[in-house]
């Protein structure tokens, strides 16, 4: 049991200069400062006070005192978490509302296997990491906490190195690749080479947000050898037959939903077993709800495993853009800004998903792609990732 005040006043103290003059060499803070300019932070550490301002150039400090307006307040209570993070330790984390603008990340301690009426499941033990309290005046969405660089060792816990995700592009305009849609030519070639296929009955993100604009009964789909064991009562998913996979990306693309697969190693381990590179994640993510959209949208660079199909470019034809803003309201990427009343495209965020184009009013916005053998590559490098025979 950690109860040596004096240890965490050290350590507390010691943060706050060690992460004082990151700005001047740390190129991810150097993108993740650019969406929030400048962020009051006020820490409530077992009882001790102290604050950072974090800005472009410089991250001040003033240990003991509070701050008028703080854009957030960060509260630690647990003493023995407390020195494990301000140790720089690195633990998964999971996270939940909490009350009115505040949010509760809790530190995962461990797992245990439940039974419930429709089956086993698996469910996470965890112990209260920190409270945000977020200004309710200020629009920071709390994934904001992931962009202060004290929690990159935690943040990095979120992404494996083997993780890779692409967003598939549905716009018709890209044409056809042997008599099919370019996502259902992708998912197909999978499915139709998949050992064992679920399909949940739901998708959580727009039953979570009680989504009103697509159909959240198109859920995502795992497939490969390392989901045989997967552990999902029935009222959540079950196998899928081939046909039934086939018949959901058809679905989804007509709802508008836009296709994402790739290895997400967080996402086997929440369902109870191991990534042994035998396991493909396939969602359909729509503009609103998703939770990749808004990790992308709202978290820290240093998140960012996904990326867009190699060959895809998206253009605004500046004479015909009128800037009303359609394409920054659909796109969840932040890959579209306004610079001069005019949309501009910003390259580093696009993942060439093409919902702004088929968005646009004014038909201002294209996409394309260089050569339609591209399907063909981004099979490929999916299957240098993950394989499901």
């Known amino acids: 049991m950690v109860d040596n005040k004096q240890e965490i006043e050290s350590l507390f103290k010691q943060m706050m200069i060690d992460f004082e003059n990151i700005p001047q060499t740390d190129e991810i803070y150097q993108v993740d400062v650019k969406d929030f300019g400048l962020l009051k932070v006020q820490w409530k550490i077992c009882g001790l006070l102290g604050y950072q301002i974090f800005d472009k150039d410089k991250i001040s400090y003033k240990y003991g005192e509070t701050i008028d307006d703080p854009d957030v307040t960060i509260v630690i209570r647990d003493k023995k978490i407390a020195t494990e993070f301000l140790n720089g330790g690195s633990f998964k984390i999971s996270f939940a509302p909490g009350h009115k603008d505040s949010l509760k990340v809790y530190k995962i301690m461990d797992w245990k296997i439940i039974g419930t009426k429709s089956g086993k499941k698996r469910s996470k033990i965890t112990k209260l990491f920190l409270t945000a309290y977020m200004n309710p005046e200020k629009e920071y969405h709390p994934f904001i906490l992931s962009k202060l660089p004290m929690f990159r ?3 990095k816990t979120l992404v494996a190195d083997e993780d890779y995700g692409v967003f598939v592009p549905i716009n018709q305009s890209l044409g056809t690749y042997e008599n099919q849609i370019i996502p259902l030519k992708v998912f197909k070639h999978f499915i139709d080479k998949a050992s064992n296929i679920i399909m949940l009955n739901e998708c959580g993100c727009r039953r979570i947000n009680d989504c009103q604009d697509f159909d959240k009964s198109l859920g995502c789909m795992y497939m490969g050898d390392d989901t045989v064991n997967l552990l999902i009562t029935e ?8 046909e039934e996979a086939i018949e959901r990306v058809k679905l989804a693309v007509e709802n508008g939903l836009i296709p994402l697969l790739g290895r997400a190693m967080d996402e086997a381990d929440a369902f109870g077993v191991k990534d042994t590179g035998h396991f493909l994640s396939m969602c359909f993510c729509c503009p609103c709800c998703c939770i990749d959209g808004k990790i992308i949208t709202h978290g820290s660079y240093a998140l960012n495993l996904f990326h867009r199909m190699r060959g895809v470019t998206v253009k605004v034809d500046e004479d015909l853009c009128v800037g009303c803003e359609e394409c920054l309201k659909v796109c969840v990427f932040r890959g579209m800004e306004m610079i001069d009343g005019i949309a ?13 184009e088929s968005t646009c009013p004014n038909d201002a916005i294209s996409i394309d792609i260089d050569d339609i053998s591209r399907v063909d590559e981004l099979i490929k490098i999916l299957e240098s990732h993950v394989e499901v025979s």
């Open 153 to 155: 060792n935690i943040v």
């Open 235 to 242: 009222d959540k998913g079950r196998v899928a037959t081939k």
């Open 344 to 356: 501009k495209v910003n390259q580093e965020r696009c993942l060439g998903c093409g919902r702004c």
